[in-house]
């Protein structure tokens, strides 16, 4: 079965540089999620979206902006890295309009700051 | 304030023996209620999820978790564990209104000695 594809499942930045993540929900799937899981700690909820739009947001710095586009995959744009940015996050992605969906992870991306 | 508390961060179990992982839960009211577990270096999997009814939840891979309102607990058993169940086990909830919105426990690493 297909599952929820994140890439790069590694990368390295420099502190002030910018990082992408990208996530590729599961077909079918219209609902997006994105979790910073830094070491050591459990999964933070960061934001959201629901067709295209954002539909939650928790505790994501100014500094990352993200979007869904029209195939519903979504990116996390993160700027001006800092060391304390250093953890893996999750992509999630569910679909919306039933009340018991479930939100099926991603393997991660691990992003590293130096 | 809204928390989830995993009181035991590690658990050491011997295989073929029982396990129980505690959850409890802090809301205004209750919450939608799931177990995830994550293997090491891997995305996060449901074992199972609560969202109302019997109160004994029956998941994947022979795990079971009891929501007991009257304790705000969510706990999660197995009867007899395996040593492929070496992992990290999260609880997290969600608000009924904002389910999408994970809010995880701290979680708990198992170790399975043979």
């Known amino acids: 079965a297909a599952g929820v594809i994140q890439s790069p499942r590694h990368l390295i930045k420099e502190k002030r540089e910018t990082a992408t993540l990208k996530c590729y929900p599961i077909?079918?799937?219209?609902?997006v999620y994105w979790y910073q899981q830094g070491p050591g700690q459990d999964p933070q909820f960061l934001i959201s979206?629901?067709?295209?739009?954002?539909?939650d947001k928790g505790s994501i710095p100014d500094r990352f902006s993200a979007q869904q586009f029209s195939d519903y995959h979504s990116e996390l744009n993160m700027s001006s890295l800092e060391l304390g940015d250093s953890a893996l996050y999750f992509c999630?992605?569910?679909?919306?309009?039933?009340?018991?969906?479930?939100?099926?992870f991603g393997p991660g991306t691990r992003l590293t700051v130096l | 304030a809204q928390s989830v508390t995993q009181p035991d961060i590690h658990i050491t179990v011997s295989e073929g023996a029982s396990l129980e992982l505690r959850c409890n839960y802090s809301y205004g009211a209750t919450p939608y209620l799931f177990w995830y577990v994550q293997s090491p270096g891997q995305g996060l999997q449901l074992l199972l999820k609560y969202f109302s009814g019997d109160t004994l939840v029956q998941g994947i891979k022979g795990f079971e978790a009891e929501f007991k309102r009257s304790q705000s607990s969510f706990n999660l058993r197995k009867p007899s564990v395996h040593w492929s169940d070496a992992a990290e086990y999260f609880c997290?909830?969600?608000?009924?209104?904002?389910?999408?919105?994970?809010?995880f426990g701290a979680g708990t690493q198992v170790v399975v000695t043979p």
């Open positions: 077909p079918r799937h219209d609902t």
């Open positions: 979206f629901y067709e295209k739009m954002q539909s």
């Open positions: 999630a992605s569910s679909e919306a309009g039933t009340t018991t969906s479930e939100q099926f």
């Open positions: 997290a909830v969600a608000p009924t209104d904002s389910w999408g919105k994970l809010q």
